[in-house]
């Protein structure tokens, strides 16, 4: 899947997704969430936080949401339906359960389905393909590809003044109030580091003549090709497939 464009990696599940959020049933986010998981796992390079997302923090979310909207359910609308634990005076319905799981595998199969293009999408990739095929103006483009470098960049600024500042022997002691103090004064050198490098990019990108010309050329080139309207209209046919297949709506 990284031979994808972007563009057709997140606009594939974007159906699927709208659709998934008014669903009410199990069944339908269920094979949705699923799926997802398949395309993940068969299209994407599992890497370590990838695998972490798939095995751990999803199925964990849908647990603990699902077991939250069980436990708040009103116990009116659910009182017809079956009980399936009673502790003292306290119930717990079918239709409680039915709700709560519901909740939690639509918010699974939602952060599923966005990790199909996640997953497998990088940020500058997907603004290259955005200037391209939707002809997004560059100048808000390449902002964004600045805004992507500023991160890394931060990161590493980051851990050069947690550096110096153990070489100075500020440690500031243990404890969460010790951190938070740390981290306070952290804000100061990276907010001038962030001064200094905003001045050099916009240095340079005045130095290449950024916004004196209508279009400018892309060294990366990210075309939409053949197979990329394949695999749209392949996720979508089978999105529509699986939702006539389960009938959420009646």
């Known amino acids: 899947m990284h031979g994808i464009n972007p563009l057709a990696k997140v606009a594939a599940p974007l159906p699927a997704m709208v659709l998934v959020l008014f669903t009410r049933d199990i069944a339908t986010p269920l094979v949705f969430l699923?799926?997802?998981?398949?395309?993940?796992?068969?299209?994407?390079r599992l890497t370590r936080a990838t695998a972490t997302m798939l095995g751990v923090a999803l199925p964990v979310t849908v647990v603990a949401i699902g077991a939250g909207f069980t436990l708040w359910a009103d116990a009116s609308r659910v009182a017809d339906t079956p009980v399936l634990l009673e502790l003292g005076g306290w119930r717990l319905h079918a239709g409680a359960l039915e709700t709560g799981l519901a909740t939690g595998l639509r918010l699974g199969a939602l952060l599923a389905l966005a990790l199909v293009g996640g997953a497998t999408t990088e940020g500058p990739a997907l603004v290259r393909s955005a200037i391209r095929t939707l002809h997004l103006p560059y100048r808000v483009g390449y902002s964004a590809l600045a805004a992507y470098r500023f991160v890394p960049r931060f990161r590493h600024e980051l851990d050069v003044i947690r550096a110096a500042h153990r070489v100075r022997g500020h440690h500031g002691g243990r404890g969460p109030v010790s951190a938070l103090r740390r981290g306070f004064g952290y804000i100061v050198p990276?907010?001038?580091g962030a001064i200094r490098h905003a001045e050099r990019v916009a240095l340079a990108m005045d130095a290449r003549a950024f916004g004196a010309h209508p279009t400018r050329t892309e060294r990366h080139v990210v075309p939409w090709r053949p197979r990329d309207t394949v695999f749209l209209l392949l996720l979508w046919a089978v999105t529509a497939l699986l939702f006539t297949a389960t009938r959420p709506f009646g």
């Open 34 to 44: 699923l799926l997802s998981y398949a395309v993940v796992l068969a299209g994407a």
């Open 190 to 192: 990276l907010l001038a």
